[in-house]
């Protein structure tokens, strides 16, 4: 045999053999649907129950996302991942922490933060999504009050509390963490909350909940089930699913993965959420738009995580906080012409049906393939190890007229 016939035997092997190795990341980057435009939206989590003064920074957040336009005319969207209850503090400090006490949005004390809401809904710059009923299992808190002088004081404090000073623990809703680790709720309550929470939703902010986003991406498939069935249809992800927490309190993530468009059980369609935006956090508009570059690169949208807490506090983190979302939105649009904008749930909408977003090429379609299985580093680095990476390479040459035809129509 020649040396030439032992090389290509060679190459062909050994791209076998990743392929077969890597068989599942293949199959979900082939799967996952490529656009044809970048795509950019803001997930903003946890508004809802808490401070009054939260109606205001919502103003002056739709103000900044008001100011924008795509090439079609669409405002950037921030979904708000909202917490619909939490606790009566007053009620609870006046019983003394015996049981607990719920108050909603549609209460007086709320009133100013739901119409808030509605308010940036009607402008087209907010997507209501639900988040929880309350960002904690009401039960489980109660038991850790009864030991934790802090959380009790949280429970019973004068003005209504804000969820993030909770140890983060007692933050996942849908597992008991008043003790470490966490176990797991009974499935018959936590389905029945979770039915509830879709209801509530629907009753306080007059419109059905179609997207859920778990406080801090704790959940199971019990609360899946019934999420979807009450009428949600799109569970936000981070790209997998975490289950509990260990004996520190820290967050224990299961086997799930997800990917963009990928249908669930019951139904439903998984986005994926692994992009942040937090000012607070040194997370500014040059970090958030070199993320949008990397997953434009990948023909996927870009989910920017963007928190409550950015926006409340001190006023001149705020203030930054507001200026680095216009700066965001200034530097996308000038660096994607062909930027679009657009809510969750519409993302999704435009993954289920025949979308002139989402490519359907077989040339360009591989392109992309090949530059997602690229990001894996030990793939690459195996495929650049044995060879495997010249026959990739030369089919992302082959299929680059394709992609650039793609960007050229895309602009």
Not at 367 to 390: C, D, M, N, P, Q
Request: with cysteine.
């Amino acid at each position: 045999m020649s040396v030439v016939a032992i090389a290509i035997a060679w190459l062909l092997a050994s791209t076998a053999i990743l392929a077969l190795t890597y068989r599942r990341t293949f199959l979900a980057a082939w799967r996952e649907p490529v656009l044809s435009a970048p795509v950019l939206i803001v997930e903003s989590d946890d508004w809802g129950y808490g401070p009054p003064g939260q109606a205001r920074e919502l103003d002056r957040i739709a103000d900044v996302l008001a100011d924008f336009r795509d090439a079609a005319g669409r405002h950037p969207v921030a979904t708000l991942g909202v917490v619909l209850a939490g606790p009566d503090t007053l009620r609870m400090r006046e019983e003394g922490c015996r049981s607990y006490r719920r108050l909603t949005l549609g209460d007086g004390p709320l009133a100013p933060v739901r119409e808030a809401m509605l308010r940036g809904a009607a402008r087209g710059v907010f997507a209501l999504q639900l988040h929880a009923m309350e960002h904690f299992w009401p039960a489980s808190l109660l038991r850790s009050a009864k030991d934790d002088v802090a959380v009790r004081e949280w429970l019973t404090q004068p003005a209504l509390a804000s969820t993030e000073d909770l140890p983060s623990p007692l933050q996942s809703r849908w597992v008991d963490a008043s003790v470490l680790p966490s176990r797991p709720l009974p499935e018959d309550e936590a389905v029945a909350a979770a039915t509830d929470e879709t209801r509530a939703f629907a009753s306080l902010l007059g419109s059905a909940a179609e997207v859920v986003v778990p406080t801090t991406f704790v959940w199971n498939d019990a609360v899946e089930g019934a999420w979807l069935r009450a009428g949600v249809k799109v569970v936000v992800t981070p790209g997998v699913r975490n289950e509990a927490r260990d004996t520190g309190g820290r967050i224990v993530a299961g086997e799930r993965t997800y990917f963009n468009a990928q249908r669930g059980p019951n139904g439903g369609i998984y986005v994926v959420r692994d992009a942040y935006f937090e000012p607070s956090l040194g997370q500014d508009h040059g970090h958030a738009l070199a993320a949008l570059s990397a997953r434009t690169l990948g023909g996927r949208p870009t989910l920017l995580e963007m928190h409550r807490m950015n926006f409340m506090g001190d006023p001149a983190a705020t203030q930054h906080a507001l200026d680095e979302l216009s700066k965001l939105m200034k530097a996308a649009l000038a660096a994607f012409p062909s930027l679009r904008f657009m809510s969750t749930v519409e993302l999704a909408r435009e993954y289920g049906g025949r979308s002139a977003l989402v490519e359907k090429r077989a040339g360009t379609r591989l392109h992309y393939l090949i530059r997602r299985v690229a990001e894996v580093s030990r793939l690459r680095k195996l495929a650049w190890l044995t060879g495997a990476a010249l026959p990739a390479w030369l089919a992302y040459v082959a299929t680059r007229p394709a992609a650039r035809r793609l960007a050229e129509s895309a602009a």
